[in-house]
């Protein structure tokens, strides 16, 4: 029964990322990176940062996952989570090394 539940779960998440256009994707996407990257920047910390954002997401939420080089060589690693309704994003607190 777990296995059905899996493959309805997988189909109807393909028919999901299907019914939207790739520009749609594209835009949502975009407004990721720039709302995550504008909440970094918002941090006050220094450094160069990267932003690998998930391709979809789940059903609700985009997610990034965002890596700063900091000052000194060490890397600060974050997730932005994204609501793909409301479009706020939120930072979690940094991963520890």
């Not at 296995?3 to 256009?21: D, E, R």
Request: glycine share 8%.
């Amino acid at each position: 029964m777990k296995h059905a539940a899996a493959m309805l779960f997988v189909l109807l998440s393909a028919g999901y990322a299907a019914a939207s256009s790739e520009g749609t994707w594209d835009a949502m996407r975009q407004d990721i990176h720039d709302r995550c990257l504008a909440l970094r920047n918002s941090t006050g910390s220094a450094g160069e940062t990267v932003i690998e954002v998930n391709p979809f997401g789940s059903e609700r939420f985009g997610a990034a996952i965002l890596t700063t080089r900091l000052n000194g060589g060490a890397s600060e690693r974050t997730i932005c989570i994204y609501d793909k309704e409301t479009h706020a994003a939120e930072l979690t607190a940094p991963f520890p090394e």
